[in-house]
């Protein structure tokens, strides 16, 4: 019973900037690993960045050094700032939240976002 509320995409032009939000609501006991995704039409999803709840990061290679995550665990939210886009980074991106519910804290559960929109076009 928990939901993720992507905000932040939209169209840019490449070489520029976005910053996407996630804020999670709802029984949480505790949410662990939080991550973003991204999914192009035709492609499979694909693994952007995660980080832990004590601010361990993890990134593909192909948004190392331009992509940054980071998280308030005091608002539940996860935040991914994206420089230096490219064409290539569009696709509709995913928030995505290992939690625990507050009624059941002992198992281990995955919610997932609705996806916002990035566009990255002249």
């Known amino acids: 019973q928990v939901q993720l509320v992507e905000s932040g995409g939209g169209l840019v032009q490449p070489g520029g900037s976005l910053r996407l939000s996630c804020a999670a609501s709802?029984?949480?006991?505790?949410?662990?690993?939080m991550g973003w995704y991204r999914q192009a039409p035709g492609k499979q999803r694909e693994l952007v960045a995660t980080?832990?709840?004590?601010?361990?990061?993890y990134y593909a290679n192909a948004m190392k050094g331009r992509f940054t995550i980071s998280r308030d665990n005091a608002k539940n939210t996860v935040y991914l700032q994206m420089n230096s886009l490219k064409p290539e980074d569009t696709a509709v991106y995913y928030c995505n939240a290992d939690y625990r519910d507050s009624r059941s804290p002992y198992n281990a559960l995955d919610a997932w976002g609705q996806g916002t929109l990035v566009t990255v076009s002249s």
């Open positions: 980080i832990t709840s004590g601010g361990s990061t």
């Open positions: 709802g029984s949480i006991f505790r949410i662990d690993t």
